[in-house]
């Protein structure tokens, strides 16, 4: 299978290094990416036709599939180029920032009938998919609650900020998509309350930094997600879920598994650093079970729909802090 990526930054150089080292079956034949920094990194990958055109991949007749990884505000305008081009399309999320333009972008996809897979990346880290099997196995019961602890180290910069949506649809994204894979259905109310807690400059670019967000489900069970986009300790993910019949809780993976006893107690390790070595695992899973998808001609994994639910989820929680209340789905 032929594969074009395009976005050469933070994201598309994880997927292009996992494309490489991973899947034999896969050839990376053209990457875009607009500034010089992330070309070098593809041609130093070995990936022999490297572009600032975006034609370099969607006019390609060898390329099977798109990986689009570029700055947010570009996903829509390429899933649909590339609809048009036929390609089946793995996107980065959130698909955009107007539901109504996520809307349309979805009814092209529909029309084409390309395959699209939003890279929901975490429902294939290997605990968080095991709290799914143990939840569809029965073992914990009949669903109560569930807790997300989504911390991240540090700001990204400003200017990723202002493009990025704004906190609930940039990061708190991932924990909506999370909340409704382990509850398998949907949510009916969110409430949400957002503040400033890290940065005045985080405030100035007109986005929060500390979100809780509580949501009722339609099996009457609720979601308490906390956010913050700094944690002094390192990345901080962590899920709890409650049912009749027990719990089961996900905890940080550590730098090293030792534990140093000495006369003051016990010490472990430190969380580690971020998303690209905390989900390095989710992310190669992630394209295994897009490539298995088309392979097998299955539907995917995580949907275009599936990014639009979430994205509602975010816009109801922006009204929510605005209104100061609940708001229904
Ligand atoms: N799934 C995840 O865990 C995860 C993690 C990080 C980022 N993301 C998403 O991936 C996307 C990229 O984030 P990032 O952290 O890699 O950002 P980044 O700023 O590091 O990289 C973005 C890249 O896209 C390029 N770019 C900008 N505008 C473009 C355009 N119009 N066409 C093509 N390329 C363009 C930039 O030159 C840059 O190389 C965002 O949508 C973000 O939400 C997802």
Do not use: W
């Amino acid at each position: 299978m032929n594969v074009g990526i395009i976005g050469m930054g933070r994201i598309g150089k994880i997927h292009l290094n996992n494309c490489i080292s991973h899947f034999r079956q896969i050839k990376v034949s053209a990457v875009m990416n607009p500034s010089q920094a992330g070309q070098e990194f593809a041609r130093e990958m070995g990936v022999s036709k490297v572009s600032s055109d975006p034609m370099v991949v969607l006019n390609d007749p060898e390329i099977d599939a798109v990986l689009i990884c570029s700055a947010t505000d570009s996903h829509a305008d390429y899933v649909e180029e590339a609809a048009y081009a036929g390609k089946a399309i793995f996107c980065e999320k959130p698909l955009d920032l107007s539901l109504d333009r996520v809307r349309q972008t979805l009814a092209i996809v529909k029309e084409c009938k390309v395959p699209l897979m939003m890279a929901f990346n975490q429902r294939f880290d290997p605990s968080f998919a095991e709290v799914k099997q143990r939840i569809l196995s029965g073992s914990v019961g009949n669903l109560r609650s569930l807790h997300i602890i989504s911390r991240d180290p540090g700001p990204p910069p400003i200017s990723y900020i202002k493009k990025s949506g704004g906190m609930l649809m940039d990061m708190t994204i991932h924990d909506f998509d999370m909340a409704r894979y382990q509850m398998g259905c949907e949510v009916t109310q969110v409430y949400a309350k957002g503040s400033n807690v890290v940065s005045t400059a985080i405030a100035e670019a007109g986005d929060i930094d500390f979100a809780t967000v509580m949501l009722t489900f339609e099996n009457g069970a609720t979601a308490l997600i906390e956010n913050c986009r700094e944690a002094a300790y390192g990345y901080d993910q962590r899920l709890e879920v409650f049912g009749s019949k027990g719990m089961i809780r996900t905890e940080n993976p550590l730098k090293t598994t030792n534990h140093f006893s000495g006369e003051n107690g016990t010490d472990t390790s430190r969380n580690l650093d971020f998303f690209m070595d905390r989900y390095a695992e989710s992310y190669r899973l992630e394209l295994k079970a897009f490539f298995d998808a088309l392979q097998n001609n299955e539907i995917m994994p995580a949907t275009g729909d599936d990014g639009l639910k979430a994205m509602e989820i975010a816009a109801a929680a922006y009204r929510s802090i605005v209104g100061k209340m609940p708001i229904s789905l």
